[in-house]
């Protein structure tokens, strides 16, 4: 089944700018999910379609994908951004319908 | 407004079974595929099931195929997850999600969980 890696944890000073990826095969080839998870609430999709930001979600959350890597970049990193954040394709060429990624950390130090 | 609401979680023995049902509302339900997604202590997202909008064509991960049973009432707005032989590794929180309308499309909303624990 397909497989999606990111990195375990990312830190970023608050104001900096807090870039996590997200590889998997020809990934390029699929549209990246990210997700929003803090601890004791419900996740939040924050990017679709690999750029597409949905209402409500501020400006500075931007995807991209490109290769084999989908990167989600928060600019401007405030406290509140503290998070999980996972990555998410569906992969039609088997039954496991959706995949995500392992996860990342992101600390605001 | 959007809610998902899930119940029927608690502490189950090894090999028993456990019904899951998520109430929503604030959407047309039927319009929507449905998704269950789980989350173990310390662990991350994992997919579990989904279900197209009619009922008819329902997924699972490997680890749940054959043991768990994806079900969905468009009159009432439910979504079911029946869980049969369960295991000390299918303890989890377990969310109900909302989908798009289709393949490729996002997991829009979910819900705040209920959790499983599978224990002696």
């Known amino acids: 089944s397909y497989v999606l890696t990111q990195p375990p944890s990312v830190s970023v000073a608050p104001g900096k700018t807090a870039r996590i990826t997200c590889g998997g095969d020809s990934l390029e080839s699929k549209s990246v999910y990210w997700y929003q998870h803090k601890p004791g609430q419900a996740p939040v999709l924050v990017i679709s379609y690999d750029t597409d930001r949905p209402s409500g979600i501020p400006e500075r959350f931007s995807g991209s994908n490109s290769g084999n890597t989908a990167t989600l970049t928060i600019s401007r990193v405030e406290a509140g951004d503290e998070a999980d954040y996972y990555c998410?394709?569906?992969?039609?060429?088997?039954?496991?319908?959706?995949?995500f990624g392992g996860g990342t950390k992101l600390t605001v130090l | 407004e959007v809610q998902l609401v899930e119940s029927g979680g608690g502490l189950v023995q090894p090999g028993g079974s456990l019904r899951l049902s998520c109430a929503a509302s604030g959407f047309t339900f039927s319009s929507y595929w449905m998704h269950w997604v789980r989350q173990a202590p310390g662990k991350g997202l994992v997919w579990v099931s989904r279900s197209n909008k009619e009922g008819s064509d329902t997924t699972y991960a490997d680890s749940v195929k054959g043991r768990f049973t994806i079900s969905r009432d468009n009159a009432k707005s439910t979504v079911q997850l029946q869980m049969h032989s369960l295991r000390a590794e299918d303890t989890a929180v377990y969310y109900c999600?909302?989908?798009?309308?289709?393949?490729?499309?996002?997991?829009?909303?979910w819900g705040q969980g209920t959790l499983v624990t599978v224990s002696s």
């Open positions: 998410k394709v569906w992969d039609v060429t088997s039954d496991h319908d959706v995949v």
């Open positions: 999600v909302r989908g798009g309308d289709g393949y490729n499309s996002p997991l829009l909303n």
